[in-house]
């Protein structure tokens, strides 16, 4: 047999991520396994290579998955809010910090000011920082913009970056993130533009997959979300919700009753907003990491979302004002210590569940013919990784074939 561009050898295991059922059962490991890789994907999986690799890696006793997909970010964007953190440090809280003219607005005034090169020259960094934890997809979001062209224009560095670096990037519009300076007493001024502007360049342009607005006392209200959201998906845009965060406000019931892809946050949501993500199929995107940072607790019911049966996403949502982390770990740390998943599940909220909330059911899998990205870990079990607290034991990332680390 012709050799393979690349084979992966001497694991513990390979979790394929390809089961049914629980947490544990999806995982589907395939203990001792080696893994083929050409042309960029998945050739072969099994336990005896049927053929040698012009480039081989051994995983020594590690265990190997799916790249990790970071499905909710905010890394484009300029300025800095360490200042607020103190604030909070202080006492004050997230929502007071913004109702006093900080917070969103605060990294609005520095987005706007910053050029598309500076953009993707701060944004670099931090997307290096996710791929050596083992990131090789990431969801970006607009919404520093706040005015049609800046929010075009990161949009735009989004795409660029795509191609500058090695994590693939999928655009999400924001345009409804925060009410603009200039839209206090017109906010539905901004949502019309928003809907008669904004949205039909996105979606020609093809720069967004995914239309996502914040509800909230301090954002857009269910009515302004939904006239939005029907209007991207009449232009293909895929609907998402940032909801139930620091307010209760009955959102994961109108992300089920929008159909939308995934419904984010979740720290405030009811028992009935549980069962409606259920109902609809909906995938809940957990941010552990914000609700630690920016002080904003509880922390989202994450086991009664999984006993429901919703599918659970991780992120790290790293953002400038309520989590300024890239680390996948403590993400995964906190979602069991905090949000009672097991490591499984956690597991799963970086690779297959994250896959299937930014609609690439391709990724966060292994099997013969997906994408070949992989990381390799350099212990034996994927338990260790929320156990190792906020460490990260990434030993090599492999991107479409290629090993980067
Ligand atoms: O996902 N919830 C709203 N948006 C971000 C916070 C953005 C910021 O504070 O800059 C989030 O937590």
């Given at each position: 047999m012709e050799r393979f561009d690349l084979l992966i050898h001497g694991t513990s295991e390979i979790l394929t991520c390809t089961g049914e059922g629980r947490a544990e059962a999806k995982l589907a490991p395939l203990v001792g396994g080696a893994l083929g890789i050409r042309d960029g994907r998945v050739a072969w999986l099994g336990t005896e290579p049927p053929a040698r690799g012009i480039m081989e890696l051994d995983a020594r006793g590690g265990f190997v998955g799916p790249g990790f997909i970071d499905c909710h970010t905010h890394v484009v964007f300029a300025g800095d809010r360490s200042g607020e953190f103190e604030q909070r440090c202080q006492g004050q809280t997230y929502l007071e910090i913004a109702a006093a003219g900080g917070g969103i607005a605060r990294t609005v005034t520095a987005t706007r000011a910053a050029s598309e090169a500076e953009l993707i020259d701060l944004a670099l960094p931090r997307l290096e920082r996710l791929l050596r934890h083992g990131v090789t997809t990431a969801e970006v979001k607009s919404?520093?913009?706040?005015d049609l062209e800046t929010e075009l224009r990161m949009l735009k560095v989004i795409r660029r970056l795509g191609e500058l670096q090695p994590v693939t990037l999928i655009g999400t519009l924001l345009a409804l993130h925060a009410v603009p300076p200039e839209f206090k007493a017109d906010r539905a001024g901004w949502v019309k533009k928003v809907i008669d502007e904004l949205l039909p360049v996105v979606a020609a342009e093809k720069l967004a997959r995914f239309n996502d607005v914040f509800v909230e006392q301090t954002a857009f209200t269910h009515e302004e979300a939904r006239a939005c959201l029907e209007a991207g998906r009449k232009r293909g845009l895929l609907p998402r919700l940032h909801v139930d965060q620091l307010t209760p406000n009955g959102g994961a019931q109108l992300a089920a009753s929008l159909g939308a892809v995934t419904a984010d946050?979740?720290?405030?949501?009811?028992p009935e907003g549980i069962a409606a993500l259920a109902a609809a199929g909906t995938v809940a995107v957990l941010a552990p990491t914000s609700t630690l940072f920016a002080k904003a607790r509880p922390f989202a019911p994450g086991r009664a979302l999984c006993d429901a049966g919703v599918r659970v996403a991780l992120c790290t949502n790293c953002n400038p004002g309520s989590s300024h982390s890239e680390n996948v770990f403590l993400a995964m740390g906190l979602a069991c210590v905090?949000?009672?998943?097991t490591p499984a599940e956690a597991y799963l909220g970086f690779t297959r569940h994250a896959a299937d909330a930014i609609a690439e059911p391709e990724l966060g899998r292994l099997q013969v013919g997906s994408p070949a990205d992989v990381v390799i870990f350099n212990t034996s079990s994927y338990r260790a990784l929320p156990y190792h607290f906020a460490m990260n034991d990434v030993a090599h990332v492999v991107k479409a074939g290629r090993p980067l680390y």
């Open positions: 919404g520093y913009g706040l946050h979740l720290e405030q949501i009811s905090e949000n009672g998943l």
